[in-house]
């Protein structure tokens, strides 16, 4: 079972990584449609790189379920914990790295991306590995990942004038057109 697991974990580690690089460019591809712009970055902010994150995993989370749901426990826990260790990562290293050398570097970037994803699931493998949790921890998770989603949707037309919220390129915040 474990094996399973592992295996669909390991794969969503590609799947959201090459569908999140996608959302990056999906808002522009959508011609700057705004209801695009909840699920795909609006601009370059760090705030925008957590929601290339979320959305492809969530996604991938809802095709998961019906597979893994016999075979698992804390499933909403599990995935809620994953999502949420995403942009930590991001945040952590990016914010790290940048102090140091004083500039961004693409490859780095996408590197932080990636190794965030990879964490992500494998935190989720550890917890849907365990013995079962608390049933009410369940809902727990529901809640964190619908928070999440409404304040994708909210900072995306109304983000706080924060450095996270910033985009790097134009310095301006949220929907720029």
């Not at 949420?84 to 990016?94: L, N, Q, R, W």
């Not at 004083?102 to 992500?120: H, N, R, T, Y």
Request: proline residues 4%; charged residues 10%.
């Amino acid at each position: 079972m474990k094996r399973s697991v592992l295996r669909w974990e390991l794969v969503g580690i590609g799947v959201i990584f090459i569908v999140g690089a996608m959302f990056h460019f999906l808002f522009e591809w959508a011609g700057g449609w705004s209801p695009v712009g909840v699920i795909a970055a609006v601009n370059e902010s760090v705030w925008e790189h957590f929601k290339i994150a979320f959305w492809p995993a969530l996604f991938y989370a809802i095709i998961e379920y019906p597979f893994l749901k016999r075979s698992v426990n804390n499933f909403f826990i599990a995935k809620a914990i994953g999502i949420y260790v995403m942009p930590v990562v991001i945040a952590a290293i990016f914010y790290g790295y940048t102090a140091i050398f004083g500039e961004e570097i693409l490859i780095v970037d996408i590197s932080i991306f990636f190794v965030a994803v990879a964490l992500g699931q494998l935190a989720s493998y550890k917890i849907l590995t365990m013995e079962q949790w608390p049933r009410w921890i369940c809902g727990v998770g529901v809640a964190m990942v619908i928070l999440l989603a409404v304040a994708f949707g909210v900072f995306t037309f109304y983000p706080p004038e924060l450095g996270i919220f910033r985009d790097a390129v134009s310095g301006g915040y949220g929907i720029i057109h």
